[in-house]
């Protein structure tokens, strides 16, 4: 029995020697195996696992059910648990700085109008809408028949 708990401390003790301190950022890089987009790759527990979700799990415990690890940072290879936090994965997009992140951060249509109080629609799938652009458009196709 204690053989086991002595292999999980020295598996733990070289998962977190896997790091290094990144100044000024604090951030704890990973420096083994990378999947393409940078995060860090782990044999863990039998599984090849992504290194921020092992250093959240050592740290806090399981993730909770249906939510993802956030960097905060925006670091993909940092495991500083401090620079993680679980939440959903449409908080993790529109926290990014993808497509999805940007169209969510804009604040008028392409011909400037508000996309604001009356003026926003918002689709049954969460998608946002200019309500004057759309009358034009409706008023064109109209016009057209």
């Not at 990378?34 to 992504?50: I, T």
Request: hydrophobic fraction near 35%; proline fraction near 5%; glycine fraction near 8%.
């Amino acid at each position: 029995m204690a053989t086991c708990r002595s292999h999980q401390m020295d598996a733990e003790h070289i998962f977190w020697a896997s790091a290094q301190v990144v100044l000024p950022s604090l951030c704890w890089e990973w420096r083994r195996a990378k999947r393409s987009l940078g995060y860090g790759a782990v044999q863990w527990s039998g599984s090849l696992r992504l290194a921020h979700r092992v250093a959240y799990e050592l740290t806090f415990g399981p993730i909770p059910a249906g939510l993802v690890i956030d960097h905060l940072c925006r670091n993909p290879s940092c495991i500083n648990p401090m620079h993680l936090e679980p939440v959903s994965q449409r908080e993790n997009l529109l926290r990014g700085t993808g497509v999805s992140a940007q169209n969510a951060q804009k604040t008028e249509c392409k011909r400037g109008h508000p996309l604001v109080g009356e003026n926003l629609i918002v689709t049954n799938v969460g998608n946002r809408g200019c309500r004057a652009c759309k009358r034009l458009r409706d008023a064109k196709r109209r016009a057209a028949r």
